[in-house]
T-cell receptor, first 115, second 117 residues
Framework: AQTVTQSQPEMSVQEAETVTLSCTYD???????LFWYKQPPSRQMILVIR??????QNATENRFSVNFQKAAKSFSLKISDSQLGDAAMYFC????????????FGQGTRLTINP | EAGVVQSPRYKIIEKKQPVAFWCNPI?????LYWYLQNLGQGPELLIR????????DSQLPKDRFSAERLKGVDSTLKIQPAELGDSAVYLC???????????????FGEGSRLTVL
């Protein structure tokens, strides 16, 4: 079974600075997707960024980028120019490209932005 | 376009009482998921539907939990009787799966927070 591990329960960063959230995963599959979801206090999960495992290029969405290391099974999220609205729980998630079509989530990292 | 709609947002009940949660997925989405999220943890899948068929319910505690998705659209998740440990957020999500391949993202509702006293 696939597992996702986020080793940082909490992180904080000064506004306008850069922060990196860590995620590792365990799988025997070669074809899969990785995601970072943001969950603000309103509870609605919002997709931040996704990465297809077959793509070597790291995904980027505006201030958000990932460092995908397939061999190391690592998938970190970098937030540049942090803003107060970035404060939330961030979840790393894995989904197989075939078979079980469910997201497997990590435990989450609570990100605090200091003004 | 309306997102995934869940109700109620909050529910407080006494233990041993029944409770039901409702989910309306995004129009056209054929796959629907119910996730359980305990405080401070990541969501865990309870059940996944493809159209009206429950294709993965291995994590659903079937002695007290039940779910249905009539006509392959709306879904209801029921707990009867509720226990103290059922206090959590119940998230519904939907996605569009085509040709057996799910490359689309999951869209989540705001969740239903259950408190069992």
């Amino acid at each position: 079974a696939q597992t996702v591990t986020q080793s940082q329960p909490e992180m904080s960063v000064q506004e306008a600075e850069t922060v990196t959230l860590s995620c590792t995963y365990d799988t025997s599959e070669s074809d899969y997707y990785l995601f970072w979801y943001k969950q603000p206090p309103s509870r609605q999960m919002i997709l931040v960024i996704r990465q297809e495992a077959y793509k070597q290029q790291n995904a980027t969405e505006n201030r958000f980028s990932v460092n995908f290391q397939k061999a190391a099974k690592s998938f970190s999220l970098k937030i540049s120019d942090s803003q107060l609205g970035d404060a939330a729980m961030y979840f790393c998630a894995y989904r197989s490209a075939r078979g079980a079509q469910k997201l497997v989530f990590g435990q989450g990292t609570r990100l605090t932005i200091n003004p | 376009e309306a997102g995934v709609v869940q109700s109620p947002r909050y529910k407080i009940i006494e233990k041993k009482q029944p409770v039901a949660f409702w989910c309306n997925p995004i129009s056209g989405h054929n796959t629907l998921y119910w996730y359980l999220q305990n405080l401070g943890q990541g969501p865990e899948l309870l059940i996944r539907y493809e159209n009206e068929e429950a294709v993965d319910d291995s994590q659903l505690p079937k002695d007290r939990f039940s779910a249905e998705r009539l006509k392959g659209v709306d879904s209801t998740l029921k707990i009867q009787p509720a226990e103290l440990g059922d206090s959590a957020v119940y998230l519904c999500a939907s996605s569009l799966v085509t040709s057996g391949v799910n490359t689309g993202e999951l869209f989540f509702g705001e969740g239903s927070r259950l408190t069992v006293l």
